[in-house]
């Protein structure tokens, strides 16, 4: 199972007060009692905004798309000649309101790796629903070039061109993992999902699961269409780091 990418405070020019935004995950909002995320930026978006993120979102993904053949090209070839199996993952995960959707990925593990999850539960980095370990013997060798860069995520430009994902929100559950979500936690679901987001350009899987739940709320409250072009201008050197990517 493959998932993902980091918000560096330093950038001048670039801005985003993630003070603020840290100091408003202290508060969880949500101890239990209080689930409601009340009146959120995205969800109480115009729909003039809506539609400008939308265009956004498909002029960047198919621009992005067009630019990055070659890659894209070169990639699918080595994943191809070096392991058995298809080049492209094909995932379901849960998007917008819980509706389910087909999630694309370049395969970057062995074709048992899912019946194989069960002999590595011991080594599981994370509490919660989430499924991630550091040097998964599972992964094939053009598998761990590829998720350290993101590459293996570029597929999902497709997905966000289909209308299924957005270039930026909360990152798509495995059904599996939904099914233990508790009500505050399902709250990430309620905006489209996305390829990037706050955390995956703060530190990625070096974070903790309740983390990620914090800063996708407060990416929902706090949403603007500046914040969506910091966080993917972001993604660039977190990606060409890759620190938290396994």
């Known amino acids: 199972m493959e998932q993902e990418i980091r918000l560096d405070p330093t950038g001048d020019d670039l801005l985003l007060d993630l003070s ?6 202290g508060d969880r909002r949500s101890v239990e009692g209080d689930s409601s995320i009340g009146g959120a930026g995205l969800l109480t978006a115009s729909r003039l905004q809506l539609a400008t993120k939308r265009t956004l979102d498909i002029a960047v993904s198919a621009l992005a798309i067009v630019l990055l053949t ?3 090209v070169a990639v699918a070839l080595m994943v191809k000649l070096t392991s058995r199996g298809p080049v492209f993952y094909v995932q379901e995960r849960v998007g917008r309101d819980g509706e389910p959707f087909k999630m694309l990925k370049f395969r970057s593990m062995y074709v048992d790796a899912h019946d194989r999850r069960h002999e ?3 080594r599981n980095i994370h509490d919660g629903p989430i499924f991630k370990i550091r040097d998964d013997p599972r992964v094939t060798s053009v598998g761990r070039v590829i998720r350290r860069l993101s590459i293996d995520e570029l597929p999902q430009l497709f997905n966000v061109l289909k209308g ?5 929100g909360p990152r798509p559950p495995l059904p599996e993992e939904f099914a233990h979500y508790s009500t505050r936690e399902r709250q990430r679901l309620l905006v489209k999902p996305g390829v990037t987001c706050i955390w995956q350009v703060s530190g ?3 974070l903790d699961f309740q ?4 800063m996708d709320l407060q990416y929902i409250q706090t949403w603007t269409l500046r914040l969506d072009l910091v966080l993917l201008i972001k993604t660039v050197p977190a990606v060409v780091t890759g620190r938290g990517a396994y």
């Open 164 to 168: 299924d994902m957005s270039l930026v």
């Open 204 to 206: 990625r899987s070096d």
């Open 20 to 25: 603020q935004l840290e100091r408003g995950l």
């Open 70 to 72: 070659p890659i894209l």
């Open 211 to 214: 983390t990620w739940i914090d």
């Open 120 to 122: 590595h539960v011991d």
